[in-house]
Nanobody
Framework: QVQLVESGGGLVQAGGSLRLSCSAS????????MGWFRQTPGKDRELVAA???????????YFADSVKGRFTISRDNLKNTCYLQMNSLKSEDTAVYYC?????????????????????WGQGTEVIVSS
Protein backbone atom coordinates (compact mmCIF):
# COMPACT_ATOMS: atom_id res chain seq x y z
CA GLN A 1 0.00 0.00 0.00
CA VAL A 2 1.30 3.44 -0.87
CA GLN A 3 0.79 6.79 0.85
CA LEU A 4 0.97 9.97 -1.20
CA VAL A 5 1.85 13.53 -0.19
CA GLU A 6 1.62 16.41 -2.64
CA SER A 7 3.60 19.63 -2.43
CA GLY A 8 4.48 22.60 -4.58
CA GLY A 9 1.15 24.36 -4.88
CA GLY A 10 0.73 28.06 -4.30
CA LEU A 11 -0.15 31.40 -5.82
CA VAL A 12 1.29 32.25 -9.21
CA GLN A 13 0.59 34.86 -11.85
CA ALA A 14 -0.89 33.90 -15.18
CA GLY A 15 1.87 32.83 -17.53
CA GLY A 16 4.00 31.54 -14.72
CA SER A 17 5.09 28.02 -13.81
CA LEU A 18 4.82 25.64 -10.89
CA ARG A 19 6.10 22.15 -10.29
CA LEU A 20 3.99 19.87 -8.16
CA SER A 21 5.59 16.89 -6.44
CA CYS A 22 3.94 13.72 -5.22
CA SER A 23 6.07 11.85 -2.74
CA ALA A 24 5.15 8.22 -2.19
CA SER A 25 5.94 6.01 0.75
CA UNK A 26 5.57 2.27 0.67
CA UNK A 27 7.03 -0.50 -1.42
CA UNK A 28 7.16 -0.90 -5.17
CA UNK A 29 6.41 2.67 -6.23
CA UNK A 30 7.68 1.86 -9.71
CA UNK A 31 4.81 -0.61 -10.18
CA UNK A 32 2.10 1.99 -9.60
CA UNK A 33 0.62 3.93 -12.47
CA MET A 34 0.27 7.56 -11.47
CA GLY A 35 -2.14 10.35 -12.21
CA TRP A 36 -2.68 14.00 -11.40
CA PHE A 37 -6.24 15.22 -11.03
CA ARG A 38 -7.68 18.62 -10.22
CA GLN A 39 -10.94 19.73 -8.74
CA THR A 40 -12.79 23.01 -8.37
CA PRO A 41 -15.83 23.58 -6.15
CA GLY A 42 -18.96 21.90 -7.43
CA LYS A 43 -17.17 19.93 -10.11
CA ASP A 44 -15.91 16.37 -10.40
CA ARG A 45 -12.24 15.60 -10.28
CA GLU A 46 -10.69 15.98 -13.71
CA LEU A 47 -7.71 13.97 -14.89
CA VAL A 48 -4.95 16.32 -15.91
CA ALA A 49 -2.13 13.89 -16.67
CA ALA A 50 -1.18 10.25 -16.18
CA UNK A 51 1.95 8.18 -16.59
CA UNK A 52 2.39 4.44 -16.82
CA UNK A 53 4.82 2.18 -14.98
CA UNK A 54 7.20 1.81 -17.90
CA UNK A 55 10.60 3.46 -17.50
CA UNK A 56 10.18 7.22 -17.55
CA UNK A 57 11.80 7.85 -20.90
CA UNK A 58 9.43 5.53 -22.76
CA UNK A 59 6.43 5.62 -20.46
CA UNK A 60 3.16 6.39 -22.19
CA UNK A 61 1.52 9.53 -20.90
CA TYR A 62 -1.93 11.06 -21.05
CA PHE A 63 -2.75 14.74 -20.99
CA ALA A 64 -6.09 16.46 -20.91
CA ASP A 65 -6.67 18.61 -23.99
CA SER A 66 -6.80 21.70 -21.81
CA VAL A 67 -3.19 21.24 -20.66
CA LYS A 68 -1.48 19.70 -23.68
CA GLY A 69 1.67 21.55 -24.58
CA ARG A 70 1.76 23.30 -21.20
CA PHE A 71 1.97 20.51 -18.60
CA THR A 72 4.31 17.56 -18.39
CA ILE A 73 4.28 14.56 -16.08
CA SER A 74 7.31 12.59 -15.02
CA ARG A 75 8.41 10.17 -12.36
CA ASP A 76 11.62 9.42 -10.53
CA ASN A 77 11.36 5.88 -9.22
CA LEU A 78 14.61 6.21 -7.25
CA LYS A 79 13.08 9.10 -5.31
CA ASN A 80 9.58 7.59 -5.18
CA THR A 81 8.24 10.83 -6.61
CA CYS A 82 5.93 11.86 -9.41
CA TYR A 83 6.01 15.41 -10.78
CA LEU A 84 3.64 17.67 -12.63
CA GLN A 85 5.40 20.54 -14.34
CA MET A 86 2.91 23.28 -15.17
CA ASN A 87 3.93 26.06 -17.53
CA SER A 88 2.04 28.96 -19.10
CA LEU A 89 -0.50 28.79 -16.32
CA LYS A 90 -3.94 30.26 -16.87
CA SER A 91 -6.58 31.38 -14.41
CA GLU A 92 -8.67 28.36 -15.37
CA ASP A 93 -5.91 26.11 -14.00
CA THR A 94 -6.85 27.27 -10.51
CA ALA A 95 -7.88 24.18 -8.54
CA VAL A 96 -6.88 21.73 -5.87
CA TYR A 97 -4.52 19.22 -7.45
CA TYR A 98 -4.47 15.62 -6.31
CA CYS A 99 -1.96 12.88 -6.92
CA UNK A 100 -3.32 9.36 -7.38
CA UNK A 101 -1.80 5.90 -7.68
CA UNK A 102 -2.99 2.50 -8.77
CA UNK A 103 -0.99 -0.70 -8.40
CA UNK A 104 -0.31 -2.42 -11.71
CA UNK A 105 2.32 -4.90 -10.60
CA UNK A 106 4.42 -4.87 -13.75
CA UNK A 107 6.10 -2.57 -16.24
CA UNK A 108 3.20 -1.79 -18.46
CA UNK A 109 1.95 0.82 -20.89
CA UNK A 110 -1.41 0.76 -19.12
CA UNK A 111 -2.83 4.15 -18.17
CA UNK A 112 -5.75 4.87 -15.85
CA UNK A 113 -7.87 7.79 -16.95
CA UNK A 114 -10.80 7.90 -14.52
CA UNK A 115 -10.83 8.69 -10.82
CA UNK A 116 -12.50 5.44 -9.83
CA UNK A 117 -9.60 3.46 -11.30
CA UNK A 118 -7.23 4.84 -8.68
CA UNK A 119 -7.17 3.35 -5.18
CA UNK A 120 -4.71 5.70 -3.49
CA TRP A 121 -4.92 9.47 -3.17
CA GLY A 122 -3.00 12.32 -1.65
CA GLN A 123 -4.54 15.11 0.38
CA GLY A 124 -4.28 17.70 -2.40
CA THR A 125 -2.35 20.90 -2.94
CA GLU A 126 -3.97 24.16 -3.98
CA VAL A 127 -2.91 26.08 -7.05
CA ILE A 128 -4.18 29.62 -7.54
CA VAL A 129 -3.40 31.43 -10.76
CA SER A 130 -4.03 35.15 -10.66
CA SER A 131 -4.83 36.98 -13.85
Amino acid sequence: QVQLVESGGGLVQAGGSLRLSCSASGPSFSLYTMGWFRQTPGKDRELVAAISTRPWNVAPRYFADSVKGRFTISRDNLKNTCYLQMNSLKSEDTAVYYCAAQYIGSYSSQLKTTADEYAFWGQGTEVIVSS
